[in-house]
Every structure is written in structure tokens, then in C-alpha cells.
């Protein structure tokens, strides 16, 4: 696009940039190319990589908001498996290797955020709508902090055209992303240059850690009419792949915290050592070896019709689901038991953080020193959609569009079989080592009571039957009318409705052991498993590259073994049904909106304005002895034995002003501003929660209960967000841009304490003595927060078949209180290169992300520190329709690092290892 500079756009450049900045400061401005250059140059043919940097730079440099841009091609030239791969590329983006740190990182990334922020934060859209999403792990399904963001490991790259990531709002979008949004859009029919386009992959996986070659399987089809009036396109995919996981954890029991006063486990043992007084001690520390087989299989149908210029309708429908059966092993110490009546031979402590990082003590008979848990998981997650989208363009001047559909989430983890065993002994040690590597422990084991019994069972836990269910339906028009006047070039209006529910379906069964089991052990448990069920042992590499000093040759049973041991010794019978992590969220969400686009010499933008109604309807799971109640349901996690459903209704409206303005300030150089208003909706289970309170013994009424609760009288987060950019496309496929970004969030949301007056028994009165009694509930409260930061991008060819690209981003995000925020991520980079000819193409990526924290867990803040990781990928064309690629993913043989409220208290370290990709490509 030509643009003849204004002196309104030099003022405006001037000011954004100032006088003489560094960029610009050594050397003169470069006269503007002749035009006969300029043509020269937009005559050279560019494919392959280049050519996808050339479209996603055109589309980025013409957009009136700020959008990065990244084209199927440049994909398929990457190591890219799922879409998340591929945006960790773009500045601004952070990417996490799980939900939210429930289930601990994996080699592949999954959930996407913006600008340093949680990932609920960003908005995850397919083709412009909606998508409901799944999760595999049986904690992110149910537990704290289940959000809005998607999972990424459901969505492979094969399925994009395009994806694109809007950092500021427009009217015209779907509200939901406070920090941004990402819309995948897939490909169309009518799309191909061809009438018959056939592609296909064929190739392998191999993972070095669990040492197994895997199958990897998509295919393509799309047909398209002479008269491009009507296309379909059918498009296929099987990728599995085995993971292992070697991680030594250190976190607490059920119930307890990660640190726990060491007077609350011994208080002789302060009472022989003073200087032991308000010592930290660790709870339990495990070596844990995680292992899982993934297949990922779907695939998309559409069918787009053209019956004039002017009317295009497309039909779009995708599915993809993940089966992820896994199998956990956590052999550990537990400091909160062994400790109990032991006395200590040596120990250190840590006089900064006052947690006990050295001890070694002795028992005088033999006593349970540690717990080794089994948990084989058959699980799985699934995402689909169906959407009718279409344009017609009425006249010159007025043309409609719209889209309706519906998506379908699920999370499932069908059955759990778990075996907790005690471990016995007479000594124990263990040793922090700080953060940057895993602590070190030993037991001295004696026999348990049983003979032929290694390990005796302390319980069988477990939820089983969990089904989350997350559906979303919608229907949106559009309208958008041409107008010569003057600035105002169209005016585009529209309504949307939409209805979205996430739901536990079916009761929670949480299994215990089964009382009227046939054998019974010396503790009047079922008999545990017997010596010669340890029929498999932990890899002889297992922890290599965590440290040293820790467990490593165990012996565990097979899956079978364990499932066919729990078939008679565990029960899940109605009575231990698990309302705790029951829920429900439904809501109901109208919107319109007005927008003026605009346009003028050497600028365009758009000003408008939103207007959104939510309807929410959330399910709180009360305590009562009242059978009568409503949903009434017997369960042993609810005070008294019993609880009863309540819903509690909210409805609030929001008004949401955006203006953007993009400014031509050379024929080279675009300059962009925008302001808006954003809102993100809280998470399900922060809106959704069981109440529990602690016993209260007050008849008067007049003391403060405690307990816990979701909070249905939540706030979504309000955002004023604040953006500019400044982009100097100094040659063909190049660019350097520098902007900075501020998110003024009245209503975040937190841990916090809400007060509130409830109906509650006097345990110490008269029983069944009920008054009403205040209570200060842990719960999510919202408080003001902010993040500020800055974004830097570089991208060039160098000659014409080498390229570079860079980016940075600093994101500084607090609450009023100065507390970091949950997901926040402060400094991310990623450097990268390539290479390419017309048969041969080379690219190597590594990214890299500061501490990021995950928010409370077992008592403590946990952070996952930073870290990067390195891929590569080679490709060889033999000629237009067969290639081969090899792809690496995590070269660099990454460790993820957790650590709790201090970076020297360590509370997970894993190695998942490195995957390698071998595809052989067909195209016709």
C-alpha cells in the first residue's frame, strides 16, 4: 500500500518516537526507492518459508489493530506439533506445559497466554467463534483455578490456515479476552489453487526417555468445481506417542501443607534442640515416575457454497480427541509421620527461610517412615465443533454476515486404581539442595506386619466416574454499511447470543478401601499387594540429570495387576460421593455493538462501542441435615454427612468502548494506538464450590467461624487496556517493531477471605442447636491489579535464502498489594533462524520464559522457574508433491524447576526428555 505522509502523520510519528532515537540516531533517512525499484522488487517470487513471512507481514502491516499473523506454511517449516508450539514465536505470547501446575509440566505445551498473563486471561477462538475445551488430568478437570483457556494438546498444527493474535479489542469482537485473543482459523474449500488437492503425512515418533517409536498419521482432501461455486474438504488425523516423566516432588498430604511447623510433629524434639523453634520441615518427598501413552485423533469436514459473487456459506465441522491413560509411581518419605517419635542425629536450617534443609534421625522400633502411591488413570479429553458461517453482499453499500454453531468439551477420567502403601523403618535422612536440583532421602525399611506383604495398605483413594462437560451454543449477524462521509468510511453493527454451561455430569464417587474385602491385614485393611505383584522396576537411568542421592531402583506392579487389586479391595459404592468436586456454571450472555471504521490520508481506524448482558446461574454444594433439600446427597465431604444444592443467580451488564487508530508515518514506518475496554469472565470452579466450615462452638453467635467456599457474587475482570506500536518495515520480508502496553484491571480476581453469615450447628450446646454465625471463608475476591511491559520484534532476510527473527517481552504485573500475579510471566524471548532453497530448508528455534507463578498450592505460592527450550526442524523437497521433514522437539533436554514461597524451597523437578519427527509428505 502506498501512503502519501501527512503532516499529521509526521507530528504523530515524531511524537511517538521521538527526535533522534537510538534506532535512527546514526544514520540519515534513506530517500524513498523510485518507483521503478519498487516494482522491480515486488517481481521477485518468494516460496516456501519466505513466502509465509511475506503473507503474515502483509496482513500484520495492514491491519488497522495490532495482529501478528502466522501462515500454515510457515508451520509446516517449523517443529511445530499444536498450535501453542507455534505461537510461542510471536512476541507478547507465553506458553505453559500444563493447565495450572496440578498435574506438573510436560514435554508438551499447553495453554497459551498473553502478555505475561494467566492464561484464562486470553481468548482462544476457532474460525471467530467460540470453542469448548477438555482436559485430561483428573485435578484440572475438577480442581482449583479450572478456567476459561483451552488446551492446546487438542488442536494440531495440521488443522490451520492461519492463526492470528489480536492484542487489542475492537467492538466488533467477541468479548472475553482481558489480555488478547487467539483465533485458529482453519482452511476453507474454495481456498485451494487447484480443483483437486489431495495431501498426506506419513511418519513416525520417536521419544528418547521412554526409548519408543509411534506412529503419525494425517491426511487431506479438498475438491472444488470449475465454476469455484462449490468445494468440500475432509481432513484426518492419528498421532500417538508414549511420554515418560522422571520427577522427584516434594509437597504434603491430603489436607496439609508443602512446610509444617516442626512443633506440630514433635514437640520433643524443640523441647532437646531450642534452635529448632519454628523450623520449616518438608513433608513428603518423592521419587515419581509418571508415564502415559497419547493418541490424538480427528478431523475436520467442510463444505463452503458460492452460488453468485456476492453469497458464500460454509459449513464447518472438527473433532479431536485426546486418549491419555497414565500411570503415576511416587515412592516417598514422609517427614510428617516419621518424624512423630524420632529423635535427630544431626540437622540444618536454612537461617533465611527458617525451613530445615538437612536432617538425619532414628526410630527406636520400627514405625512407617513413607507412603509409596500407585495411581494407573484411564482418561481422556475432547473438543468439537459445528458451525454455519456465511456473507452476502446485498448492494454496494451494505453487506451481512453471520455464524451460528455449537461446541462440545469433555474431560473424563473414567476410573482411578490406586494402592497406598506405608513404608516401615527405623531411620531416615533427606537433604535440600535449593532449587536447581532434586532433593536427596533415604529410608532404612524394615518388614511390614504381614508377611509377603512389602508395603501394607494405609488406603485406596480415587475419584472415579468424573465426566466435566463444557458446552457452548451461539448465533450472531452482522451487519456492515458503506458511507462517503468524510472520515466515516462504513458503519458496521451486529447482536450476538450465546448460552455456555460447564458441568460435573453424573455423580463423583471417591473410593476407599473395601471394608468386607476377604483378607484382611494386621490393621484391619484389606491385605495389601504381595512381593511377587512387584513384578516391573523404575528405568535404570531414572533421574538422571535431577541430581542424585534419591530412590531409583522400585519396584511397582503393572496396571492390570493394580486394577484387578482393586476390583475386590476397593469400593465406590453412593454413600462416598464427592460433592467437593461437584459443580456447575451456566450463562447466558447477549451482546451488540456499533463500530465506525475510519479512514483518512495516510490513517484508518475504527471507534465503537460494546454493550454485554450476563446471566449467570452457579451451584453451591450447602452442609445440612435436612434431607428434604433440594438435590439433597449423602457424602462424607460434606459437614454433617449430608449436603444439599443451591444456585445463586447473578446478572450484570457491561459497557465496553474501544478506539484504534493506524498511521501510515512513512511509506515504511506504521504507527498504531488503540484503547479499550475488556472483560474476562471468572473461572468455573471460582464461581462453583462446595461450602465447608470449620466446627463452630459459639452459642452466642458472636465469634468468627472459618471455612472455605466458592463465590458466586464474583466480578469479571474489567480491564482498561492501553496499546502502541510501532512497526518500520525496512525491506522486503523485514521488520522491527517496539511497542508498550498497560492493562489497568479494576476487579482481578485472587485467593482471598470473604465474610459471610451462615446457618451453622453449636457442636458444644445443645444438639441440634442451629444459629446464623459469621464466617470468614477462603475463597477468590476480587482486587485491583495492573500489568505494564514492553514488546520488541525483529525479523530479515539475510541474502536471499537465510532469515533471522527475534522478539522480547517484559510484562510487569501486580496486584494492589504488590503481589505478583497468578500466571504471570515477566521477561520472554525467542531467537531464531533459518534456511532455505527451492529443495532444502533449515529452522532453529529457542524460546525462553522468566519464573512463572502458578498461584497457591498445599500452603504455599509455587512458581515454576524459567527456563527455555530449543527445537529444530530440517525438510528436503524432491520435487512439487513429496518431501521430508525431521522435526526435534526440547534439543536442549529441558528440566522444569518448581519452588515454592522461596526459590530455594524446591517442589517439583521433572525431565520428560526429547522427541524427534520423521514425516515423508505427499501432495498433489
Given at each position: 500500500?502506498?501512503?502519501?505522509?501527512?503532516?499529521?502523520?509526521?507530528?504523530?510519528?515524531?511524537a511517538?518516537?521521538?527526535?533522534?532515537g537510538a534506532?535512527?540516531?546514526?544514520?540519515?533517512?534513506a530517500?524513498a526507492?523510485?518507483?521503478?525499484?519498487?516494482?522491480?522488487?515486488e517481481?521477485?517470487?518468494?516460496?516456501?518459508?519466505?513466502?509465509?513471512?511475506?503473507?503474515?507481514?502483509n496482513?500484520?502491516?495492514?491491519?488497522?489493530?495490532?495482529?501478528?499473523?502466522?501462515?500454515?506454511?510457515?508451520?509446516?517449516?517449523?517443529?511445530?506439533?499444536?498450535?501453542a508450539?507455534?505461537?510461542?514465536?510471536?512476541?507478547?505470547?507465553?506458553?505453559?506445559?500444563?493447565?495450572?501446575?496440578?498435574?506438573?509440566?510436560?514435554?508438551?505445551?499447553?495453554?497459551?497466554?498473553?502478555?505475561?498473563t494467566?492464561?484464562?486471561?486470553?481468548?482462544?477462538?476457532?474460525?471467530?467463534?467460540?470453542?469448548?475445551?477438555?482436559?485430561?488430568?483428573?485435578?484440572?478437570?475438577?480442581?482449583?483455578?479450572?478456567?476459561?483457556?483451552?488446551?492446546?494438546?487438542?488442536?494440531?498444527?495440521?488443522?490451520?490456515?492461519?492463526?492470528?493474535?489480536?492484542?487489542?479489542a475492537?467492538?466488533s469482537?467477541?468479548?472475553?479476552?482481558t489480555?488478547?485473543?487467539?483465533?485458529?482459523?482453519?482452511?476453507?474449500?474454495?481456498?485451494?489453487?487447484?480443483?483437486?488437492?489431495?495431501?498426506?503425512?506419513?511418519?513416525?515418533?520417536?521419544?528418547?526417555?521412554?526409548?519408543?517409536?509411534?506412529?503419525?498419521?494425517?491426511?487431506?482432501?479438498?475438491?472444488?468445481n470449475?465454476?469455484?461455486?462449490?468445494?468440500?474438504?475432509?481432513?484426518?488425523?492419528?498421532?500417538?506417542r508414549?511420554?515418560?516423566?522422571?520427577?522427584?516432588?516434594t509437597?504434603?498430604?491430603?489436607?496439609?501443607?508443602?512446610?509444617?511447623?516442626?512443633?506440630?510433629?514433635?514437640?520433643?524434639?524443640?523441647?532437646?534442640?531450642?534452635?529448632?523453634?519454628?523450623?520449616?520441615?518438608?513433608?513428603?518427598?518423592?521419587?515419581?515416575?509418571f508415564?502415559?501413552?497419547?493418541?490424538?485423533k480427528?478431523?475436520?469436514?467442510?463444505?463452503?457454497?458460492?452460488?453468485?459473487?456476492?453469497?458464500?456459506?460454509?459449513?464447518?465441522?472438527?473433532?479431536?480427541?485426546?486418549?491419555?491413560?497414565n500411570?503415576?509411581?511416587?515412592?516417598?518419605?514422609?517427614?510428617?509421620?516419621?518424624?512423630?517419635?524420632?529423635?535427630l542425629?544431626?540437622?540444618?536450617?536454612?537461617?533465611?527461610?527458617?525451613?530445615?534443609?538437612?536432617?538425619?534421625?532414628t526410630?527406636?522400633?520400627?514405625?512407617?517412615?513413607?507412603?509409596?502411591?500407585?495411581?494407573?488413570?484411564?482418561?481422556?479429553?475432547?473438543?468439537?465443533?459445528?458451525?454455519?458461517?456465511?456473507?452476502?453482499?446485498?448492494?454496494?453499500?451494505?453487506?451481512?454476515?453471520?455464524?451460528?454453531?455449537?461446541?462440545?468439551g469433555?474431560?473424563?477420567t473414567?476410573?482411578?486404581?490406586?494402592?497406598e502403601?506405608?513404608i516401615?523403618?527405623?531411620?531416615?535422612?533427606?537433604?535440600l539442595?535449593?532449587?536447581?536440583?532434586?532433593?536427596?532421602?533415604?529410608?532404612?525399611?524394615?518388614?511390614?506386619?504381614?508377611?509377603?506383604?512389602?508395603?501394607?495398605?494405609?488406603?485406596?483413594f480415587?475419584?472415579?466416574?468424573v465426566?466435566?462437560?463444557d458446552?457452548?451454543?451461539?448465533?450472531?449477524?452482522?451487519?456492515?454499511?458503506?458511507?462517503?462521509?468524510?472520515?466515516?468510511?462504513?458503519?458496521?453493527?451486529?447482536?450476538?447470543?450465546?448460552?455456555?454451561?460447564?458441568?460435573?455430569?453424573?455423580?463423583?464417587?471417591?473410593?476407599?478401601?473395601?471394608?468386607?474385602?476377604?483378607?484382611?491385614?494386621?490393621?484391619?485393611?484389606?491385605?495389601?499387594l504381595?512381593?511377587?505383584?512387584?513384578?516391573?522396576?523404575y528405568?535404570?537411568?531414572?533421574?538422571?540429570?535431577?541430581?542424585?542421592?534419591?530412590?531409583?531402583?522400585?519396584?511397582?506392579p503393572?496396571?492390570?495387576?493394580?486394577?484387578?487389586?482393586?476390583?475386590?479391595?476397593?469400593?465406590?459404592?453412593?454413600?462416598?460421593r464427592?460433592?467437593?468436586?461437584?459443580?456447575?456454571?451456566?450463562?447466558?450472555?447477549?451482546?451488540?455493538?456499533?463500530?465506525?471504521?475510519?479512514?483518512?490520508?495516510?490513517?484508518?481506524?475504527?471507534?465503537?462501542?460494546?454493550?454485554?448482558?450476563?446471566?449467570t446461574?452457579?451451584?453451591?454444594?450447602?452442609?445440612?441435615?435436612?434431607?428434604t433439600?433440594?438435590?439433597?446427597?449423602?457424602?462424607?465431604?460434606?459437614?454433617?454427612?449430608?449436603?444439599?444444592?443451591?444456585?445463586?443467580d447473578?446478572n450484570?451488564?457491561?459497557?465496553?468502548?474501544?478506539?484504534?487508530?493506524?498511521?501510515?508515518?512513512?511509506?515504511?514506518?506504521?504507527?498504531?494506538?488503540?484503547?479499550?475496554r475488556t472483560?474476562?469472565?471468572?473461572?468455573?470452579?471460582?464461581?462453583?464450590?462446595?461450602?465447608?466450615?470449620g466446627?463452630?462452638?459459639?452459642?452466642?453467635?458472636?465469634?468468627?467461624?472459618?471455612?472455605?467456599?466458592?463465590?458466586?457474587?464474583?466480578?469479571?475482570?474489567?480491564?482498561?487496556?492501553?496499546?502502541?506500536n510501532?512497526?518500520?518495515?525496512f525491506?522486503?520480508?523485514?521488520?522491527?517493531?517496539?511497542?508498550?502496553?498497560?492493562m489497568?484491571?479494576?476487579?482481578?480476581?485472587?485467593?482471598?477471605?470473604?465474610?459471610?453469615?451462615?446457618?451453622?450447628?453449636?457442636?458444644?450446646?445443645?444438639?441440634?442447636?442451629?444459629?446464623?454465625?459469621?464466617?470468614d471463608?477462603?475463597?477468590?475476591?476480587?482486587?485491583?491489579?495492573?500489568?505494564?511491559?514492553?514488546?520488541?520484534?525483529?525479523?530479515?532476510p539475510?541474502?536471499?535464502?537465510?532469515?533471522?527473527?527475534?522478539?522480547?517481552?517484559?510484562?510487569?504485573?501486580?496486584?494492589?498489594?504488590?503481589?505478583?500475579?497468578?500466571?504471570?510471566?515477566?521477561?520472554?524471548?525467542?531467537?531464531?533462524?533459518?534456511?532455505?532453497?527451492?529443495?532444502?530448508s533449515?529452522?532453529?528455534?529457542?524460546g525462553?520464559?522468566?519464573?512463572?507463578?502458578?498461584?497457591?498450592?498445599?500452603?504455599?505460592?509455587?512458581?515454576q522457574?524459567?527456563?527455555?527450550?530449543?527445537?529444530?526442524?530440517?525438510?528436503?523437497?524432491?520435487?512439487?508433491?513429496?518431501?521430508?521433514?525431521?522435526?526435534?522437539?526440547?534439543?536442549?533436554?529441558?528440566?522444569?524447576?518448581?519452588?515454592?514461597d522461596?526459590?530455594?524451597?524446591?517442589?517439583?523437578?521433572?525431565?520428560?526428555?526429547?522427541q524427534?519427527?520423521?514425516?515423508?509428505?505427499?501432495?498433489?
Amino acid at each position: 500500500m502506498k501512503v502519501k505522509q501527512t503532516p499529521i502523520s509526521q507530528a504523530v510519528f515524531i511524537a511517538l518516537l521521538g527526535i533522534g532515537g537510538a534506532a535512527t540516531a546514526q544514520q540519515a533517512p534513506a530517500p524513498a526507492p523510485a518507483p521503478a525499484q519498487a516494482e522491480q522488487l515486488e517481481a521477485v517470487v518468494v516460496t516456501g518459508i519466505r513466502a509465509s513471512q511475506e503473507k503474515s507481514l502483509n496482513v500484520k502491516r495492514n491491519a488497522d489493530t495490532h495482529v501478528d499473523v502466522i501462515s500454515a506454511e510457515d508451520i509446516g517449516k517449523m517443529p511445530d506439533k499444536n498450535v501453542a508450539d507455534s505461537l510461542a514465536r510471536i512476541p507478547g505470547v507465553t506458553i505453559l506445559n500444563s493447565p495450572s501446575g496440578g498435574s506438573g509440566g510436560f514435554d508438551e505445551r499447553d495453554r497459551v497466554g498473553l502478555r505475561g498473563t494467566n492464561p484464562s486471561l486470553t481468548q482462544t477462538l476457532l474460525d471467530g467463534h467460540a470453542v469448548a475445551n477438555g482436559d485430561w488430568f483428573v485435578l484440572d478437570q475438577t480442581g482449583a483455578g479450572v478456567g476459561r483457556s483451552v488446551s492446546f494438546s487438542l488442536l494440531p498444527s495440521e488443522l490451520v490456515s492461519r492463526v492470528e493474535v489480536h492484542k487489542n479489542a475492537q467492538a466488533s469482537d467477541t468479548e472475553g479476552g482481558t489480555a488478547g485473543a487467539v483465533n485458529i482459523i482453519t482452511r476453507k474449500p474454495l481456498d485451494f489453487s487447484k480443483s483437486l488437492t489431495f495431501e498426506a503425512g506419513l511418519g513416525m515418533v520417536y521419544a528418547d526417555l521412554p526409548k519408543k517409536n509411534d506412529p503419525q498419521v494425517s491426511a487431506l482432501f479438498a475438491y472444488k468445481n470449475d465454476a469455484k461455486t462449490f468445494g468440500i474438504l475432509v481432513q484426518a488425523f492419528d498421532e500417538k506417542r508414549h511420554l515418560r516423566r522422571d520427577g522427584v516432588e516434594t509437597m504434603a498430604h491430603d489436607g496439609a501443607k508443602a512446610l509444617t511447623p516442626i512443633e506440630q510433629l514433635n514437640p520433643g524434639l524443640v523441647a532437646a534442640n531450642p534452635a529448632l523453634a519454628g523450623a520449616l520441615v518438608p513433608n513428603l518427598m518423592g521419587s515419581a515416575y509418571f508415564t502415559q501413552e497419547r493418541e490424538r485423533k480427528g478431523g475436520v469436514v467442510s463444505v463452503q457454497v458460492k452460488p453468485t459473487k456476492d453469497v458464500d456459506l460454509t459449513l464447518t465441522g472438527m473433532s479431536s480427541k485426546l486418549d491419555a491413560d497414565n500411570y503415576n509411581r511416587n515412592y516417598m518419605l514422609s517427614n510428617q509421620w516419621s518424624m512423630a517419635n524420632a529423635t535427630l542425629a544431626s540437622y540444618a536450617i536454612d537461617p533465611s527461610t527458617h525451613i530445615l534443609t538437612d536432617a538425619t534421625y532414628t526410630s527406636a522400633k520400627p514405625a512407617q517412615i513413607g507412603v509409596y502411591d500407585l495411581i494407573s488413570r484411564k482418561a481422556s479429553a475432547q473438543t468439537a465443533f459445528m458451525n454455519l458461517e456465511g456473507s452476502w453482499k446485498v448492494n454496494d453499500t451494505l453487506k451481512l454476515s453471520g455464524n451460528a454453531g455449537t461446541s462440545n468439551g469433555k474431560g473424563k477420567t473414567d476410573t482411578q486404581n490406586v494402592f497406598e502403601g506405608d513404608i516401615f523403618g527405623t531411620a531416615a535422612s533427606f537433604n535440600l539442595h535449593g532449587g536447581k536440583q532434586a532433593p536427596s532421602f533415604t529410608m532404612t525399611t524394615s518388614p511390614s506386619a504381614d508377611p509377603g506383604v512389602p508395603f501394607q495398605l494405609d488406603w485406596i483413594f480415587g475419584d472415579q466416574n468424573v465426566v466435566v462437560q463444557d458446552k457452548e451454543t451461539w448465533a450472531q449477524v452482522d451487519a456492515e454499511y458503506a458511507l462517503d462521509a468524510g472520515v466515516l468510511r462504513s458503519l458496521k453493527f451486529g447482536l450476538r447470543n450465546s448460552e455456555h454451561k460447564r458441568y460435573t455430569d453424573g455423580p463423583i464417587i471417591g473410593q476407599g478401601p473395601n471394608w468386607g474385602a476377604p483378607v484382611k491385614g494386621s490393621n484391619g485393611l484389606p491385605i495389601g499387594l504381595m512381593s511377587s505383584d512387584y513384578t516391573q522396576s523404575y528405568p535404570s537411568n531414572f533421574g538422571n540429570g535431577l541430581g542424585s542421592g534419591f530412590p531409583t531402583n522400585i519396584q511397582y506392579p503393572t496396571e492390570a495387576t493394580l486394577a484387578a487389586y482393586d476390583a475386590i479391595n476397593a469400593v465406590r459404592p453412593i454413600g462416598r460421593r464427592h460433592v467437593a468436586n461437584e459443580y456447575s456454571v451456566k450463562e447466558r450472555v447477549t451482546a451488540g455493538y456499533v463500530q465506525g471504521n475510519l479512514e483518512g490520508e495516510g490513517w484508518s481506524g475504527n471507534v465503537g462501542l460494546r454493550l454485554v448482558n450476563t446471566k449467570t446461574s452457579s451451584l453451591t454444594w450447602v452442609p445440612t441435615k435436612d434431607t428434604t433439600m433440594p438435590g439433597y446427597a449423602v457424602s462424607p465431604w460434606c459437614d454433617g454427612g449430608g449436603c444439599y444444592q443451591s444456585f445463586r443467580d447473578n446478572n450484570y451488564t457491561d459497557v465496553l468502548p474501544s478506539a484504534s487508530i493506524r498511521i501510515d508515518v512513512t511509506r515504511n514506518v506504521v504507527a498504531r494506538l488503540a484503547l479499550s475496554r475488556t472483560l474476562t469472565r471468572p473461572d468455573y470452579t471460582a464461581l462453583s464450590a462446595t461450602q465447608s466450615t470449620g466446627t463452630y462452638s459459639d452459642p452466642t453467635g458472636q465469634a468468627v467461624g472459618t471455612g472455605a467456599a466458592g463465590n458466586p457474587d464474583l466480578k469479571p475482570v474489567r480491564s482498561t487496556n492501553f496499546d502502541a506500536n510501532v512497526e518500520w518495515y525496512f525491506a522486503p520480508r523485514a521488520f522491527v517493531s517496539v511497542g508498550a502496553f498497560h492493562m489497568e484491571m479494576g476487579s482481578y480476581i485472587i485467593d482471598g477471605i470473604k465474610r459471610a453469615t451462615l446457618r451453622t450447628e453449636v457442636k458444644n450446646g445443645v444438639p441440634n442447636t442451629f444459629i446464623n454465625a459469621p464466617f470468614d471463608l477462603t475463597t477468590q475476591v476480587n482486587k485491583a491489579a495492573s500489568v505494564t511491559g514492553l514488546e520488541f520484534a525483529f525479523e530479515t532476510p539475510i541474502a536471499n535464502n537465510f532469515g533471522i527473527n527475534a522478539n522480547y517481552t517484559l510484562a510487569d504485573g501486580h496486584d494492589e498489594s504488590g503481589h505478583v500475579l497468578r500466571g504471570s510471566v515477566k521477561n520472554t524471548a525467542n531467537l531464531g533462524g533459518f534456511f532455505e532453497n527451492d529443495s532444502f530448508s533449515a529452522r532453529v528455534n529457542y524460546g525462553y520464559s522468566s519464573d512463572n507463578y502458578l498461584g497457591r498450592d498445599r500452603g504455599t505460592d509455587y512458581y515454576q522457574a524459567g527456563g527455555g527450550v530449543l527445537s529444530a526442524s530440517l525438510g528436503y523437497k524432491l520435487n512439487d508433491h513429496f518431501a521430508v521433514s525431521l522435526d526435534a522437539q526440547n534439543l536442549n533436554d529441558p528440566v522444569l524447576k518448581y519452588y515454592g514461597d522461596y526459590k530455594s524451597e524446591p517442589r517439583a523437578i521433572y525431565k520428560n526428555g526429547r522427541q524427534f519427527y520423521l514425516t515423508a509428505r505427499v501432495k498433489y
